[in-house]
């Protein structure tokens, strides 16, 4: 089954066969080259809570919310480390 990824830029999304947390990759949509995030991660940014989102949070690209996040400790490893599916 392929996986969704989402461009950090403009959020089309391409799919690919394999399961990790991003591609790095130029977007045929908007034409930026960035780390287009795994759907179930960018998921998961979506969800945080706007309470604890640092200063700047709206104006970064999805994949800079991904290492911000991770860092700042908003993101627990585990629900971006994407565990092999079943
Ligand atoms: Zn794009």
Redesign the pocket.
């Known amino acids: 089954m392929p996986e969704t990824y989402v ?6 999304t391409v799919e690919r066969d394999y399961r990790v947390q991003y591609v790095i990759r130029s ?6 080259h ?1 780390r ?1 995030v795994h759907a179930e991660v960018a998921a998961a940014l979506d969800d945080l809570s706007s309470d604890d989102l640092p200063d700047g949070w709206a104006d970064r690209p999805l994949d800079e919310r991904l290492l911000v996040a991770v860092r700042e400790g908003l993101l627990e490893i585990a629900e971006t480390r994407l565990p092999p599916r079943e």
Not at 7 to 12: D, E, L, Q, S, V
């Open positions: 461009c950090p830029y403009c959020r089309a977007c045929p949509e908007c034409g930026d960035g287009s």
